[in-house]
């Protein structure tokens, strides 16, 4: 058993010192992490704080004891990366990659530095949008590779984050003019596959096609499936060739909920329009818009915020601060309670509880489960536009100035 176990650690490691991309280790905004804060301001349980110059709403992503994130200056004329030592906060490197001569249009509630990077031992993946994507030898700081001629028209900003699956990096392009996806040799940078939208959009208007949503790999009935929101459609795609499985039509427009699944169906946000939020039978194939989708609501569904998925109880915070419990199978609230503020960040179930955090500052602390209750509000200087990462014992947390190491100290 003993040599059993040791096998095991040696193929999976402790994910709880890792939080490589958006969502976590498995994409779902959960942590193994423990002895985690319940009260924290800025003079309680901060193990560090680390002030960052720019805009980015970028997330915190974490590889042993190094922390990264994307940056950019507010007018995004400058992208960069920075990793932060996750035992000090001591800025290890400040790496510029790219100059922009004339950067896009973005609203004022984004940033050019908006996708969260993934990462993997030994290297990090940076990316920009159509701006720039960038690979970074984690240790040294060197620029392994970079594309800057993978393009669309974002029109809003980019949002959509990288993931890593197998020896790819996939990237999501949904923009005004072009909407498609595409995957890179993660070592190279070379262009494996590109797939192009096969959604029926109905409408010519650039502005009701794109998307800022980041796609979740599942394994269904032994096979990969990457499931990859979109505006008016969802669609599965093989990972490993862009080929399509299935797809769904359902109106409105993705604004950055990653697909979580619940019960053996995917759970899909619109977000603006559309069902808002539905749970799609992954078994399908070809167009399942009438076959395979189990349930829809759109009763206070969040716009930005990815619900979280706890013990097959669904729960999610709209953008006014609406939290809700629903059951997965059903669709149908189960507990509702109004929170203060603004959120744009998601949900992240560490410990038992649910932490959440506002454009204000607040950070709240839940008891999970069906009798779920509010167990704490705290609060930072400045509010939260990223979500945060939980490992060992720390919550990495990044608001709209600074990066915390959230820790309790005796």
Aim: aromatic content about 10%; glycine content about 10%; some cysteine.
């Amino acid at each position: 058993m003993e040599k059993m176990l040791l096998l095991m650690l040696s193929i999976f490691p402790a994910q709880d010192t890792n939080w490589p991309g958006y969502r976590g280790p498995n994409g779902d905004g959960h942590s193994i992490a423990t002895n985690l804060p319940l009260q924290w301001s800025e003079q309680k349980n901060v193990r560090w704080k680390t002030a960052i110059v720019g805009k980015a709403w970028a997330s915190p992503v974490v590889w042993g004891d190094q922390v990264w994130l994307s940056n950019a200056t507010e007018k995004g004329d400058k992208l960069s990366a920075i990793a932060l030592s996750l035992s000090t906060g001591k800025i290890i490197h400040d790496i510029p990659l790219f100059t922009i001569e004339k950067p896009m249009f973005n609203l004022p509630t984004n940033s050019y530095a908006s996708p969260t990077p993934v990462i993997e031992e030994g290297r990090v993946y940076i990316h920009f949008g159509s701006a720039g994507t960038a690979c970074i030898d984690t240790k040294s700081g060197k620029t392994l590779w970079t594309r800057q001629d993978i393009l669309c028209d974002h029109y809003r900003g980019p949002a959509s984050s990288p993931i890593i699956f197998e020896n790819l990096l996939i990237l999501t392009f949904d923009g005004a003019d072009v909407q498609y996806l595409t995957a890179l040799d993660k070592i190279s940078g070379k262009t494996v596959w590109r797939t192009d939208r096969s959604i029926t959009y109905g409408t010519n208007n650039g502005d009701n096609k794109k998307a800022f949503s980041t796609p979740a790999v599942f394994k269904i009935d032994g096979k990969y499936q990457m499931v990859s929101p979109a505006a008016v459609g969802t669609v599965a795609y093989d990972p490993s060739t862009g080929a399509e499985l299935w797809k769904v039509h359902h109106g409105g427009m993705n604004a950055s909920c990653r697909p979580v699944m619940a019960n053996g169906k995917i759970l899909v946000t619109t977000g603006d329009g559309g069902w808002k939020l539905f749970a799609v039978r992954p078994d399908g194939k070809g167009d399942v818009s009438t076959t395979h989708v189990s349930w829809k609501t759109i009763k206070s569904v969040p716009s930005y915020s990815t619900p979280l998925v706890v013990k097959n109880q669904v729960f999610m915070v709209s953008k006014d601060g609406i939290f809700t419990e629903l059951d997965s199978e059903t669709g149908e609230v189960v507990k509702q309670e109004r929170l203060a503020g603004a959120f744009w960040t998601s949900p992240m179930y560490a410990d038992g509880r649910i932490y959440l955090f506002n454009e204000q500052g607040s950070g709240y602390v839940i008891q999970a489960g069906k009798d779920w209750k509010l167990l704490e509000t705290n609060k930072l200087e400045n509010g939260c536009m990223a979500s945060p990462a939980a490992v060992g014992k720390n919550i990495i947390v990044r608001t709209k100035t600074h990066v915390y190491s959230l820790e309790i100290k005796n």
